[in-house]
Nanobody, 120 residues
Framework: QVQLVESGGGLVQPGGSLRLSCAAS????????VGWYRQAPGKQREVVAG???????NYADGVKGRFAISRDNAKNTVYLQMDDLRPEDTAVYYC??????????????WGQGIQVTVSS
């Protein structure tokens, strides 16, 4: 079993910054890919950023140049650095990881979601 715990969200003014963290624990052998998603009120969930071992990073057009996804392999933790935040970034943010567990099986896991609110 693998658990994901998100942290780092909250309320920030436009132009401010936040860093989200997603810490994975449990029977992890390796993490092959990780992504950040968000869902605003009344809207569908959308991909924000992704990081794969094979292809590196990718970003949604609306956050390119402002957000950065990264990993700390020693801690099994993925981050989303968010700079120059805008009100339209307000959403619940979810991390997603593709994990090979210690038994050798490949599975997908979701974090619990964390609120990011950008408002003056």
């Amino acid at each position: 079993q693998v658990q994901l715990v998100e942290s780092g969200g909250g309320l920030v003014q436009p132009g401010g910054s936040l860093r989200l963290s997603c810490a994975a624990s449990g029977s992890i052998f390796s993490i092959n890919a990780v992504g950040w998603y968000r869902q605003a009120p009344g809207k569908q969930r959308e991909v924000v950023a992704g990081l794969t071992n094979a292809a590196g990073t990718n970003y949604a057009d609306g956050v390119k140049g402002r957000f950065a996804i990264s990993r700390d392999n020693a801690k099994n933790t993925v981050y989303l650095q968010m700079d120059d935040l805008r009100p339209e970034d307000t959403a619940v943010y979810y991390c997603n990881v593709l994990v090979v567990n210690t038994a050798g099986s490949l599975s997908n896991y979701w974090g619990q979601g964390i609120q990011v609110t950008v408002s003056s």
